[in-house]
């Protein structure tokens, strides 16, 4: 009789790694704060949580296929009906070094353009990392970053790109956000596996797998193989040292562009900046298109109420 469920697995990130490749056409959004990512196919729910243990995950697994699932993967328990937790074997996880992982700042901000980074890590990368304090840029101050960043690129190969505002608003009536970001990504990816071709891709995801392809169709280099995992930054280095690298170099083209009009522009997409862009639209509507994404409805409300 097969055992009955739920299950709960306890995984490091090479098992998760599998598993994020497995389900990532089922991923959905996280049903709650707390939660890693969720996957759901129609015979089972897949919900990843961040465990107490260092570098460790929670996996429940629910519905009628959830015995399937987990066995999978492995753990060293799993309850069974009416007997002993038994054991089972455990699927030996995709290799992870090296890696190169990218992540993406600015699609949020009203001002600014957008930078997208990637980053190349070795396994003996980890202990200077550590040091450094890599982590998720949105977790670290602007002080953090502008300290720690260029002691990373020192060190760390890595590639970057920047659209500027002017050429966000260019591009964007024939492209929406997500397809803007895919092509970004492809191409720093691209970049560092040029380079580095023995490397793993990894990508803090924001679209499923299949529509992220399909925003790359027409594009001469296409990366495959790409592991997606939502929230890639707090399980993967690569990515997180990304997002630092892409966080860097965009406050420092804020930075550019605030000495350039001699405006002090804000991060952002807050009350305190509909109060700028307030401002800004009665004394300099005509530079708009040159500083901010113009299509946000920071813009477009204030537009409206004229």
């Known amino acids: 009789m097969k055992p009955q469920g739920p299950f709960t697995l306890l995984l490091d990130k090479k098992a998760l790694l599998t598993l994020n490749k497995d389900y990532a056409e089922y991923y959905e959004s996280p049903k709650a704060e707390y939660m890693v990512a969720f996957y759901k196919t129609k015979d089972v729910a897949i919900s990843v949580y961040k465990s107490k243990e260092k570098d460790k995950y929670k996996v429940l697994f629910q519905g009628e296929g959830a015995y399937e699932a987990a066995f999978k993967y492995g753990h060293p328990q799993i309850k069974t009906q009416g007997r002993r937790d038994e054991k089972l074997p455990v699927k ?3 290799p992870l070094y090296p890696m190169v992982g990218s992540d993406e700042v600015g699609t949020g901000d009203a001002f600014g353009g957008i930078s997208v980074a990637a980053a190349y890590i070795k396994e003996s990368d980890l202990p200077f990392l550590e040091e450094l304090g890599v982590g998720d840029s949105k977790k670290l101050s602007d002080e953090d970053i502008l300290k720690r960043v260029p002691q990373l690129i020192r060190k760390i190969p890595y590639s970057q790109l920047y659209l500027t505002p002017e050429k966000y608003n260019e591009v964007h009536p024939d492209n929406n956000m997500n397809q803007i970001k895919a092509k970004m990504h492809n191409r720093v ?15 803090d995801q924001f679209v499923a797998p299949s529509k992220y392809y399909s925003y790359l169709k027409g594009e001469p280099h296409i990366v495959k193989g790409i592991a997606f995992s939502p929230k890639g930054e707090s399980l993967y280095p690569a990515v997180a040292a990304a997002s630092m690298i892409a966080r860097y170099s965009f406050l420092r083209k804020m930075e550019e562009m605030s000495k350039e009009y001699g405006i002090d522009f804000p991060l952002g997409s807050s009350s305190r900046t509909k109060e700028f862009a307030t401002y800004f639209l009665k004394e300099h509507k005509d530079l708009l298109s040159k500083v901010a994404k113009s299509d946000f409805a920071t813009f477009k409300k204030i537009l409206e109420e004229e």
């Open 92 to 94: 030996a996880p995709l």
């Open 189 to 203: 990816l691209y970049n560092l596996l040029e380079k580095y071709p023995r490397a793993h891709p990894f990508l």
